[in-house]
C-alpha cells in the first residue's frame, strides 16, 4: 500500500466519524427525575387499584359533626343495593360498611375538616368483607330525583365512576363541603369546610363510592384499620 492510498483511508475514516461525532455531541440528554419517577409509578398503582373496584351507593348511618368527632371514633352507612365485588362476595342491599375516623382537625378559623376511611362491610348474616372504598360524590338526600320523583334513601344520587377516574375534588357537594379522595389513597375521603362553618354532614346523606374487597385478606377476617 503506498503512501496515497494510506492517506486516502485516513482521510475517509476522518469524515466517516466526525457526523458520529457530531451527532453524539448534539443528541439531547433526557433524564427522569426521581420525583416524576414516583409519581409514574403511584399513577399506575392507582390504576391498577381501579381496576379492581366497581361503583356502588350508600347512605350514612350516622351523623359526621366535626365539632364532636375525634379520630379514631366508628361511623357506619348502609349499602343502597346489592354489590357484586370483583374477585369478592356479593354485598347484598343493607349491608353495613364500617368505618373510622382517621383525622379531624379545626384550627382557629381555618376550615375545618375530617377525613374517614371504610374498613369493613358487614352482612346480615354476620360475615365481614374487610373493604377498600374511595367516596367519589356526595349529597344531601332531598327524597326525590332530579325530575322531582320521590326515590328511596339513597337512590337520589347516580354513581357514574369508571376506573378511569382516579381523583376527585368536588366543591358544596353537601352543606358547604368540599370532598377531595384519590384512589392511591387509603383515606376513603377527607371532607372540608367552604366555608366559615365546620365540616357537618348528617345522618342520611348520600355517597357514591367506588369499593373493592382489601386485596391480600380473607373473605371473613376483619380488616385492621392504621389510624394516622
Keep these: 500500500m503506498n503512501a496515497k492510498t494510506t492517506l486516502a483511508i485516513a482521510a475517509a475514516v476522518v469524515c466517516l466519524a466526525l457526523p458520529l461525532s457530531v451527532r453524539a455531541q448534539s443528541a439531547p440528554q433526557t433524564t427522569t427525575t426521581p420525583e416524576a419517577s414516583q409519581s409514574a409509578h403511584t399513577a399506575a398503582g392507582a390504576q391498577e ?22 379520630s379514631g371514633a366508628t361511623f357506619h352507612a348502609s349499602l343502597v343495593g346489592k354489590t357484586q365485588l ?3 362476595p356479593l354485598l347484598p342491599s343493607g349491608t353495613i360498611l364500617e368505618g373510622q375516623i382517621v383525622d379531624d382537625q379545626m384550627a382557629g378559623n381555618a376550615p375545618s375538616q375530617i377525613a374517614i376511611r371504610f374498613t369493613v362491610a358487614r352482612l346480615k348474616n354476620g360475615t365481614t368483607v374487610p373493604i377498600k372504598a374511595t367516596i367519589v360524590d356526595l349529597q344531601n338526600s332531598s327524597g ?8 328511596a334513601p339513597g337512590e337520589e344520587l347516580p354513581n ?3 376506573a378511569t377516574s382516579l381523583k376527585v375534588d368536588e366543591t358544596g357537594g353537601a352543606n358547604g363541603v368540599d370532598l377531595h379522595s384519590a384512589i392511591a389513597s387509603p383515606d376513603s375521603g377527607v371532607f372540608v369546610s367552604s366555608n366559615k362553618k365546620d365540616v357537618l354532614l348528617k345522618s342520611g346523606t348520600e355517597l357514591a ?10 373473605t371473613n377476617a376483619a380488616a385492621a384499620s392504621t389510624i394516622q
Design 160 to 162: 357514574n365512576w369508571t
Design 49 to 70: 387499584e381501579a381496576r379492581k373496584m366497581v361503583p356502588a351507593r350508600a347512605i350514612l348511618k350516622d351523623t359526621l359533626d366535626a365539632r364532636k368527632v375525634k
Design 144 to 151: 326525590g330525583d332530579v325530575s322531582g320523583h320521590v326515590v
Design 209 to 218: 363510592i367506588a369499593v373493592a374487597q382489601q386485596s391480600g385478606q380473607d
Design 86 to 88: 370483583l374477585n369478592g
